[in-house]
Each structure stands twice: as C-alpha cells, then as structure tokens.
C-alpha cells in the first residue's frame, strides 16, 4: 500500500491567501493579514536564557504582510492605541529590526514588554496614513537595545545591566536564577562588555543602512 497524498483543496496560486487567512491562527489587527507562530516568551519570573525548559507565557503570531507581531488572542486590538502606547520620545520598537532578527526570543525589547503588537516599518506607515501602499516609516538605531541583545545570549538573567542599574536585581536579591548566576552574570557582562559594545556598534550602524534599525521613527504622540 502506497501513501496517498492528499488533493490540494484548491489550486495553488488561489490557495495562498485566501487559504492562509482562513487557516491562520492570528488576524493581524494592522493589516488584516495572517499571522503565523513566530515565537513564545517564557514566564517572566523563571527567567530562562540559557537552554531551559520554561512555562510558556505568551505566544508571538507575525503577519505574513505587514510583518508586525501579534500576540496571540490579541488579534481585534486597536493597532493606533497600541502605537502610541509602544511610542517612547517618538521612537517604537522595530520588530524587523536585525536586532530583533538575531536575539528572537533573547531580543532585548521583548523582556517587560506589555503591549500586544510589535511594529514594522510597513506596519506603521499603514497605520499613520491607513494606506497599504504608504511608503515604510524611517528606523533610526538603538545601540543599547542592541548591545543587551548581543549580552543576553551570554548571561542566565535576561538585559541583566539595565536591571541591575534599575535596583531590580542586586547582590541582596539576586533574581529568580539564584546568587552564583547573579555573580557570573556580572562577570561576564564587564568582561564581555568591551566586545559586544564594538560589535554592537558596528552591527546596528549597518542594519541602519538597511533600514533595519532597532527603532522606527512615528508621529504618533503619547
Ligand atoms: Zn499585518
């Protein structure tokens, strides 16, 4: 006996995007495109970054289109509120960013992150002219955000500097990864630093070239 392979329900040139959309597990409330599993963030409080199995807290969809990230049962948001809520000093954070691209999950934006949508350059310019066609937002670069990136694959607790610059980690509360991880994070910070600063450097100076930079620029206001 053979395996039969299942008739395509349609042809495939008509099957992509109608097919997609009605199999999608996320709507994109941007663009009304599919969105598809991109990835899932941990717990907060467990705090995994080095190869351990976690709860899984939320789930990522990313739009097929418009590339922007959707958390899953979030789909029906209000992608402009969402905007102007993600936009700091007139910057948000740009999930087609190479940052993003090369942390995923580790990105250092994702750690606290309390929206439900990340934006793309295509994502905003259809938000702010509601045009499809509207030419990309501009991205402007993020060195920091790019050097906890770059840290993060390094240490046991994740943007480890800015938390403990922020007094939310300490020698006295060491995080959910315990006291000898809280230790050899610090070591490996001031040790990795000098690197991973030049290469931050060099690598979000290029992505600005491509418009890959870690933050869009809007005109939404808060
Ligand atoms: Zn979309």
């Known amino acids: 006996m053979g395996v039969v392979a299942d008739e395509p329900k349609y042809p ?49 969809d990313l739009c097929e289109e418009c590339g922007a990230g959707v958390e899953r049962g979030y789909g029906s948001v209000d992608a402009a509120a969402e905007l102007r809520e993600a936009t700091v000093d007139g910057v948000a954070p740009n999930r087609a960013s190479w940052q993003a691209w090369i942390g995923g999950d580790s990105w250092s934006r994702l750690f606290g992150w309390k929206g439900h949508l990340l934006f793309t350059p295509k994502a905003v310019a259809r938000i702010e002219t509601g045009r499809a066609d509207a030419p990309k937002a501009r991205t402007a670069p993020s060195y920091l955000a790019m ?32 006291t000898a ?31 890959r930079g870690g933050v869009i620029m809007t005109s939404s206001k808060r």
Not at 27 to 43: I, Q, Y
Not at 191 to 210: H, I
Request: glycine share 8%; net charge neutral.
């Open 12 to 60: 495939t040139q008509v099957v992509s995007r109608e097919y997609e959309r009605a199999n999608a597990l996320t709507t994109c409330p941007v663009c009304g495109g599919a969105a598809f599993g991109w990835l899932t963030l941990p717990d907060p409080s467990t705090n995994p970054t080095v190869g351990q199995l976690a709860e899984v807290d939320r789930v990522i």
């Open 181 to 211: 991880a809280f230790w050899v994070d610090a070591m490996v910070t001031v040790l990795a630093s000098p690197l991973t600063g030049l290469a931050a450097l060099v690598v979000e100076s290029l992505a600005l070239l491509f418009n």
């Open 147 to 178: 050097w906890q990136t770059l840290i993060n694959a390094l240490t046991f607790n994740t943007n480890f500097a800015s938390r403990v610059r922020s007094g939310e980690l300490g020698p006295s509360k060491p995080g959910a990864r315990g």
